[in-house]
């Protein structure tokens, strides 16, 4: 399954953006029913979760995200959200959404293409 990420790109500290992931028309039918989730990998660092969301809209957040960052879905438009607040330069990094499960934690599945994200101080 290929999931799309876009809308990274060049921002200074402070600033927002909004970051936005398609499901492949193979899953439109059953996206409502993914679990979805956003990842991050930064230089030399390894991949970590930035948030989840669950199929009924249950979130969860990396703690070095609270306050800032907010996932959302559409299940009409087959999409996942990142809105992403008050940037900071330690955010800069790949981002990649994913489908995923709810265990005792978000556990990703499916990968896809990632956006870059960079935020100069």
């Known amino acids: 399954v290929q999931l799309q990420a876009s809308g990274g790109g060049l921002v200074q500290a402070g600033e927002s953006l909004r970051l936005s992931c398609v499901a492949p028309?193979?899953?439109?039918?059953?996206?409502?029913?993914?679990?979805m989730g956003w990842y991050r990998q930064a230089p030399g660092k390894q991949r970590e979760m930035v948030a989840a969301?669950?199929?009924?809209?249950?979130?969860v957040n990396a703690d070095s995200v609270k306050g800032r960052f907010t996932i959302s879905r559409d299940n009409g438009k087959k999409k996942v959200y990142l809105q992403m607040n008050g940037l900071k330069p330690e955010d800069t990094a790949v981002y990649y959404c994913?489908?995923?499960?709810?265990?005792?934690?978000?556990?990703?599945?499916?990968w896809g293409q990632g956006t870059q994200v960079t935020v100069s101080s």
């Open positions: 969301i669950s199929s009924g809209g249950r979130t």
């Open positions: 028309r193979s899953i439109f039918s059953t996206f409502r029913s993914y679990d």
């Open positions: 994913n489908r995923g499960y709810f265990g005792t934690d978000y556990s990703p599945v499916d």
